[in-house]
């Protein structure tokens, strides 16, 4: 099976602009989650989606959305970029979410801001 | 507010020796500990997890040791290789919405010499 997939990997914004990253689950996988990675905060999750729906929210601000489609594949938007959205963003998808042990990670795309 | 406590931040181990990384919560009503390992440039990998009616875990040469009543977890690297030279991050999940929701430890860089 194929993993998790996101593009692009590398981007590079300046202030003020916004961004869309995509991911691809696994197939068959109907949860995705999006989780931010910087040095400062560490890993933190974004918001999950499942079956097009989004069920859990972590604490960002509105600047930073996403929404799931009906073959479960994913895409994160943030909008009026700041200096400080500048991170490596993660995607991983779950078959079964309530379970919790089968979440698999993509490579996650890097944000630049400048 | 940091809600699960990770230490050491880095940690030098010799090839053949024991790595032991340390998190600890806040929150009693986290009720999953899962342990990821990633690799420069690649996304985190889920290495082994824990429930808390279990006070030990063992897959392979990784190990969770879990203690409850001090909300404190432990992961437990036998026979270290330099293979086993990565990022880990320990992690306590939170119910919520029909999903396991992680709050991460900053992260421990592990170096094993050969």
């Known amino acids: 099976k194929a993993g998790v997939t996101q593009t692009p990997r590398y981007l590079i914004k300046t202030r003020g602009q916004q961004v869309t990253l995509s991911c691809s689950p696994i197939?068959?996988?109907?949860?995705v989650s999006w989780y931010q990675q910087t040095p400062g905060q560490g890993l933190q999750f974004l918001f999950e989606y499942f079956s097009e729906t989004q069920r859990n929210k972590g604490n960002f601000p509105g600047r930073f959305s996403g929404r799931q489609f009906s073959n479960s594949r994913s895409e994160m938007n943030v909008s009026t970029l700041e200096l400080g959205d500048s991170a490596l963003y993660l995607c991983?998808?779950?078959?079964?979410?309530?379970?919790?042990?089968?979440?698999?990670f993509g490579p996650g795309t890097r944000l630049l801001v400048l | 507010q940091q809600q699960v406590k990770q230490s050491p931040q880095s940690l030098i181990v010799q090839k053949g020796g024991i790595s032991i990384i340390n998190c600890a919560y806040e929150n009693t009503a986290f009720d999953y500990f899962p342990w990821y390992q990633q690799f420069p440039g690649k996304g985190p990998a889920l290495l082994i997890a824990i429930r808390p009616d279990v006070s030990e875990k063992k897959e392979g040469r990784f190990t969770i040791s879990f203690n409850k009543s001090a909300k404190q977890f432990s992961l437990h690297i036998m026979d270290s290789q330099p293979g086993d030279s990565a990022t880990y991050f320990c992690?306590?999940?939170?119910?919520?919405?029909?999903?396991?929701?992680?709050?991460f430890g900053r992260g421990t860089s592990l170096i094993v010499h050969p």
């Open positions: 197939s068959g996988h109907r949860s």
């Open positions: 992690a306590a999940s939170l119910r919520s919405g029909g999903s396991y929701i992680p709050t």
């Open positions: 991983a998808s779950s078959s079964d979410p309530g379970t919790s042990g089968g979440s698999y």
